[in-house]
């Protein structure tokens, strides 16, 4: 007899050798005990959960010779020919390839016939999402009102595609994932029967790359045994799945606590080079601080582990860390992964999140993370609301109309204005030169390009406007642009990035809405006396080159005619066919 796959051979063929699902066991044996069978059920659920094993254990049930029992007995002639599917009256479809409505009426015209040697006519109609709108359209009927014998069975891995009028006239049974615990205590009953050793870490490595799938555990299981010689092995677990080790990760956890960034950046290198992927890592860490978590808050909680043993080293590890700091941690991977999901840039998304969780500061337990501005405009609000009643207590309830209006407007929030650097621009400002800024606005371009579109369309409306060796400062137009910019730190690092490949410095970039660089602008012009006129034999000083002052319209022609943009087109078309029009 030719080989056939674990998955295969070590099928349950009774509900006691069922994986987990118990809701589901527990109903089916009290209805099948009861004669209370209805003559419809949909089982949906994830891929290997066990949906079709279950129907055919239940058609078994239903027309075992020993009927009514909880149990097949798997003796009879009767469940013997269901297992081998060679028996009449339980008829599979396959829906994924037999789809069209002929198929379908096929099968209804035949319902009507009583069974031939059993008590029950059982259809179970698999992947039964798969059927056409007339398909399900001739199937409602015989649903609704089907002969006394006949039962069907409807198993999908999307119910949602299912008409509403299909699933109403069904007895519906969510199948959930298995726990790694159900996967595991099943792989060490196949290893026992086929006589081979195992390592306990390594069954659960195969449970967490299965994610909950019966299937897709025996089938690594499968490929397993075969790389293996005559004992599964952690290592050889890892090679065949493409998972990391544990100690991988636990060294990884040191260098961070240590805040190593060197060390980390250069372990996760490898392991993409290696070929491992960064979103897959990133899943890998989030299970790995999580077990940390179960360690540091209950050392008894060892059965929930899923990617580390509970070894003195991994015991010792999590002392190490305070839980709100594996919060965090486990936070920030969390809201990482779901951004690299919608990147091609998965291993920055990964590097940033895990130089955020170097640097990561937790909070006090107990207490919550509060933004300083935030905490500074609070305190500022009630200092003032505090003064109002002083003044009302003290009979300013007579003031004037205007009184009362100002200082309404004085208590009134601010809402969640963008707060710009301003101090630091004008730290760039006092050193800034046109040709760092001409630098900057040449590799404008380039950097837009290397972007995503939605990001590139942040930075649509906004403009490089001053800029020193060091650091470059950018005017938005609007304010949440700004705000979106600056708060998105793997888009500003892949930006400075790109604009460092092509001009050679590694610029730190600075954001700050149109009004409040307005307003900066002014007061830096009049702080350092730069709107006063300066004597033609006097070197122009770099920031007055650079504010665009009226008596500096020549230097800002000269600058508009240096844009690569413009440059560029004139390169194509000729400087007769390019009009540079002022917005």
């Not at 860490?285 to 978590?293: A, G, Q, S, V, Y």
């Not at 207590?393 to 650097?421: C, I, M, T």
């Not at 034999?537 to 005619?561: C, R």
Request: net charge negative; glycine share 4%.
């Amino acid at each position: 007899m030719t080989y056939q796959a674990f998955y295969r051979v070590y099928r349950p063929q009774s509900f006691r050798e069922m994986s987990g699902q118990t809701h589901v066991k527990r109903t089916l044996q009290n209805a099948l005990l009861a004669s209370k069978t209805t003559h419809a059920y949909l089982f949906s659920g994830p891929r290997g959960t066990g949906k079709t094993s279950t129907a055919k254990i239940f058609a078994k049930a239903l027309n075992c010779e020993n009927a009514p029992a909880s149990e097949p007995c798997n003796e009879c002639p009767t469940c013997l020919s269901i297992t081998e599917g060679s028996h009449t009256d339980v008829i599979e479809f396959d829906a994924a390839s037999n789809s069209r409505v002929e198929e379908m009426r096929d099968i209804i015209e035949k319902v009507r016939f009583a069974p031939a040697n059993a008590r029950f006519k059982v259809y179970i109609i698999d992947e039964v999402h798969m059927l056409s709108t007339s398909a399900f359209n001739a199937l409602l009927k015989t649903l609704e009102e089907p002969p006394e014998h006949a039962v069907f069975i409807l198993a999908t891995t999307e119910p949602h595609k299912l008409p509403a009028t299909i699933i109403s006239r069904c007895q519906r049974f969510d199948f959930k994932r298995l726990s790694s615990i159900d996967i595991v205590e099943r792989m060490k009953v196949v290893l026992e029967d086929i006589g081979m050793g195992y390592d306990e870490q390594a069954l659960k490595a195969i449970a967490q790359a299965a994610a909950g799938g019966m299937r897709d555990a025996l089938s690594l299981l499968d490929q397993v045994v075969s790389f293996s010689n005559e004992h599964v092995q952690l290592d050889d677990v890892l090679l065949v799945t493409g998972s990391v080790s544990q100690d991988a990760f636990y060294d990884i956890a040191i260098s961070l606590q240590q805040k190593d960034v060197a060390q980390v950046l250069g372990s996760v290198e490898n392991l993409i080079a290696d070929g491992k992927e960064p979103l897959r890592l990133a899943e890998d860490f989030i299970t790995f601080f999580r077990d940390l978590l179960l360690l540091k808050t209950d050392g008894t909680l060892e059965e929930l582990l899923e990617f580390i043993s509970p070894d003195e080293k991994f015991l010792s590890l999590a002392e190490q860390f305070e839980a709100n700091t594996l919060y965090g941690f486990i936070d920030i991977l969390a809201k990482t992964q779901q951004e690299m999901r919608f990147s091609h840039h998965t291993k920055i998304y990964l590097e940033t999140a895990l130089l955020k969780m170097a640097q990561y500061k937790a909070s006090p337990q107990g207490a919550a993370a509060v933004d300083p501005a935030i905490e500074g405009k609070v305190a500022s609000l009630e200092s003032r609301l505090g003064q109002l009643s002083q003044q009302l207590e003290s009979g300013g309830g007579g003031a004037p109309v205007q009184q009362k209006e100002q200082a309404r407007q004085r208590v009134r929030p601010q809402g969640n204005q963008y707060n710009a650097p301003t101090g630091r621009i004008q730290e760039v400002l006092k050193t800034a030169t046109k040709p760092d800024l001409q630098k900057v606005k040449s590799a404008w371009a380039g950097g837009l390009a290397s972007l995503q579109k939605s990001h590139a369309a942040l930075l649509a409306d906004a403009e490089p406007v001053a800029a020193n060796a060091s650091a470059f400062v950018i005017k938005f137009k609007y304010d949440i642009h700004c705000q979106m910019v600056a708060d998105n730190n793997a888009l500003v690092s892949l930006f400075t990035q790109q604009i460092a490949s092509e001009v050679g410095i590694q610029y730190e970039l600075l954001c700050i809405p149109e009004p409040a660089w307005i307003r900066l602008r002014e007061n830096f012009i009049n702080e350092n006396g730069l709107n006063q006129k300066k004597s033609p034999s006097n070197d122009m000083n770099a920031v007055e080159d650079l504010i665009e002052e009226p008596h500096f319209l020549e230097d800002v022609q000269v600058m508009e005619a240096q844009d690569p943009l413009i440059t560029e087109a004139e390169k194509r078309f000729g400087k007769d066919f390019v009009e540079v029009i002022e917005e």
